[in-house]
């Protein structure tokens, strides 16, 4: 008898023990408000894949960016620290796998642009902003997890994950081109044009260089006159016309949106804007033999345009988006 009341203390502390351990975090879907580290969470949006805004570093080949929307609420008696948040927050995807989280910092999605970054919050405050996931791109996030003082676990249906929104196509601004000069040769004719009562000059024929030259002299009453001479010639028999831009071919030839695409071609230097059947992407790389680009949001199926200051070019086949 003596001997079973020293053990039921000792029972009852193993089954407070085993009570703690069995707790888990609270459960959430997309929208909910859970207890997380120092204060409240609310799981405000999952977007995916989540496009970069026009000359941010986009994510590598074969991945793409997840973003998830969150607003963090302290205590209303006491402030809390939410900086830990982006470190401490993991995306699970289908296939299980974890993901750390990140600050928008290295990958500015355009949809996460206007918040600012996590940090401390007075009492009683909330503050909304992103934490940027990279996972593959056939990859769907399935489960978000923050730990900290307190834990919290939201699970994401594929029915709550939203498409980023595109970034803003970067106007292009028309530049200006001088026309092209028209090579003159000795030869005959002259050509005057002449204000009344001034003094013209006349340049004997034959005496022009390639270019032609031009005389303007001046009247003593402040009138000009000027006079060209010379034919224009034909063109040198040697002479090289350059070619304009143009896409040779698409690398691959269909893929997923957030994927990277190589454009080859010649002249494509400097290219302002790059569409996939008319939507703007993101141009990550540009130079005159290659452009890569990223499949944005609401591309679908057709050809990939390069709008250049050499001219407008479209690629010889169609883009497939898987």
Not at 53 to 71: D, I, R
Not at 98 to 123: D, E, M, R, T
Not at 148 to 157: L, Q, V
Not at 240 to 250: F, H, L, P, Q, T
């Amino acid at each position: 008898m003596r001997r079973a009341a020293r053990l039921a203390p000792v029972f009852v502390a193993v089954a407070v023990l085993a009570a703690a351990c069995s707790s888990s975090p609270p459960v959430g879907q997309v929208g909910a408000t859970l207890s997380a580290m120092s204060g409240t969470v609310t799981l405000d949006k999952v977007l995916s894949p989540a496009p970069v805004q026009h000359g941010s570093v986009g994510p590598p080949y074969g991945h793409k960016l997840v973003a998830v929307v969150l607003t963090v609420h302290s205590p209303a008696t006491a402030a809390a620290k939410f900086a830990a948040i982006y470190h401490n927050s993991k995306l699970v995807d289908s296939k299980k796998l974890a993901h750390i989280g990140k600050s928008a910092a290295k990958y500015q999605v355009s949809a996460c642009a206007a918040y600012p970054p996590f940090g401390a919050l007075p009492a009683g405050q909330s503050a909304t902003g992103c934490v940027v996931f990279l996972l593959p791109t056939a990859s769907t996030p399935v489960e978000l997890k923050i730990s900290g003082k307190a834990e919290a676990d939201w699970t994401i249906a594929a029915t709550a994950i939203q498409p980023g929104t595109a970034p803003t196509p970067v106007a292009s601004v028309p530049t200006a081109t001088a026309p092209p000069a028209v090579p003159l040769t000795g030869g005959s004719g002259t050509t005057t044009t002449a204000v009344p009562g001034a003094t013209t000059t006349t340049v004997t024929p034959g005496t022009l260089d390639a270019r032609g030259t031009t005389t303007t002299t001046s009247a003593g009453s402040g009138n000009t006159a000027t006079t060209t001479s010379g034919t224009p010639a034909a063109r040198h028999p040697h002479h090289v016309v350059s070619k304009g831009a143009k896409i040779v071919r698409v690398t691959p030839r269909a893929g997923p949106v957030g994927s990277r695409v190589l454009i080859s071609g010649r002249r494509l230097g400097g290219a302002t804007q790059v569409t996939f059947n008319g939507v703007p992407a993101f141009v990550k790389k540009a130079a005159a033999g290659k452009i890569v680009a990223v499949v944005p949001v609401g591309a679908t199926n057709g050809p990939v345009v390069v709008t250049t200051p050499a001219g407008t070019v479209t690629s010889p086949r169609s883009f497939v988006v898987l």
